[in-house]
Structures are given as C-alpha cells and as structure tokens.
C-alpha cells in the first residue's frame, strides 16, 4: 500500500514552492529594471538624435514620419504637449499647431463647395499653396497626424476611407455604410443615379433613394436633372473637385 505524505512532507513542498515563487518574482523584477534602464536610455539617446538631426527632422517628411515611429516605440509622444524638452530641442508642436490652424481654414473655406468632406490629396496641395511650399514636402502623415490633434474640438474631424481615397471630414455627418458605398462607387464618374445605386448593390429603390437623399440633405451631394434620359444625377464634389477649383474657395 502506497504511504502518504507525512506533514513534513506536505510543510516541505510548500516551502518549495513560496522559494520559487520568490525567485520567479525576482527575476521578474530584474528584467523590469533592465527594460526600464534600457527605456531610459534609449529615450537619452533618441534626445541625443533629435539635437544632431533638428534640421532634418523639420525639414524632411519623410524623416520626421521615421522620427515619429521611434519615439512612439519607446512611449514618447512629442506632440503631446508643447512644454518640455521636445518643444524645446524641435518646436515640432507648434509646427502641427499651425498645420492644424491651416487645415481648420481650409475646411471652412471649401465646406459649401464639399460638404463638409475633401479629399486627402486635395487638402494636402492647398496646404502647399497656402505655405508656398511644394507637395513632397508635406506628407500624408503630417497631414493626419495634424488631423488627429484637431480630434479635441469635437466630432467634426477626422479621416475616413471610401475606396483607395481618403477624405478628411470636417462635419459632424454619421456616415454608414450604404453611404460610403455611395461615395465609393460616385468616383467613377463623379455622379450616381438611382438606377446604378440599384444595380451595383442590389438594393431596393427605397434604399437607394433614402441612402441618397440624405447625403444631398448633409450637402455633400448636388442633383442634376438636365438630362434628355429623365434621370437624375447625384453629384459628390468631395470625390470630384479640383484643387484649382477647391482654391479658388479657399482664397474667397
């Protein structure tokens, strides 16, 4: 018949298992302290990098992107206020300060064009315009990087995708899915009818309708009914407006 364990037996292995329970902790606390020495100076050493490369990093869009991703691995946000030492050594949050301000103008500017929705690219060469600078030298990350800063003053801004396109939306507008397909499938031709909704979602005529007028309700859409086949056209300038075009609103 097999013994059980006696009491010391029993007081053994508990003593056992609280020892390596205390070593596991240890060691546990050893590696956070390597990690957090190691964080510490990796932060010194990125501090170090921004003082030498200052000029690059304001300068070149896509440095500064690169700078972005190494801080942000290692919990730094150099845009998140503009006191300390990131101010102090790039002034990069009074450089996306400023870009927001523009944008914000912009928006204003072209919104009874738009909507209230304009496309990336189009933003981004009107920034161009209005800072006298070329389009390569401000990004796409600059832009929404900006853009996720202006997120403080309410719904209005953000970024959505409809297609392979990006729009900036400056309007509080809930915009669901049947309307982003709207929006996805106007950028053939910068217009839909109803008959096309119909057709390339399979959607009732109620639907579509529904789905169209409230786009043309938030005036992201203009009708037009001059044609000889009797149908109506919906119009999205967000997914059709020229940056010339979107200029000339923007200086008015």
Not at 40 to 68: M, W
Not at 95 to 106: K, P, T
Not at 170 to 175: Q, Y
Not at 211 to 238: N, Q, S, V
Request: aromatic residues 6%; glycine residues 8%; charged residues 30%.
């Amino acid at each position: 018949m097999r013994r059980r364990p006696g009491i010391a037996g029993l007081q053994n292995a508990a003593a056992t298992r609280d020892q390596f329970r205390l070593v596991g902790e240890n060691v546990a606390k050893v590696r956070t302290d390597v990690m957090k020495e190691q964080l510490a100076t990796f932060r010194s050493q990125l501090e170090e990098f921004a003082r030498k490369h200052k000029s690059d990093i304001r300068k070149n869009p896509v440095f500064r992107q690169q700078f972005h991703e190494m801080c942000a691995k290692v919990g730094v946000d150099p845009l998140a206020s503009n006191k300390g030492v990131w101010a102090e050594l790039l002034g990069i949050g009074d450089f996306y300060y400023e870009l927001g301000v523009q944008i914000v103008d912009i928006c204003i500017a072209t919104r009874s064009h738009n909507g209230g929705l304009i496309d990336l690219l189009d933003l981004r060469k009107l920034l161009g315009q209005k800072r006298k600078a070329t389009l390569e030298s401000l990004s796409e990350d600059d832009c929404l990087r900006a853009i996720s800063k202006l997120k403080v003053l309410g719904s209005g801004f953000e970024v959505i995708s409809v297609g392979r396109r990006k729009l900036v939306r400056s309007v509080p507008t809930e915009l669901n899915k049947d309307h982003s397909g709207i929006l996805g499938l106007a950028q053939a031709e910068g217009y839909v009818t109803v008959e096309q909704v119909e057709r390339e979602f399979s959607w009732s005529t109620g639907r579509a309708i529904d789905a169209l007028e409230t786009l043309l309700k938030e005036g992201l859409a203009m009708i037009d009914d001059g044609h000889r086949d009797a149908k109506r056209r919906y119009w999205f300038p967000c997914v059709t407006v020229s940056s010339d075009t979107a200029a000339v609103e923007a200086k008015s």
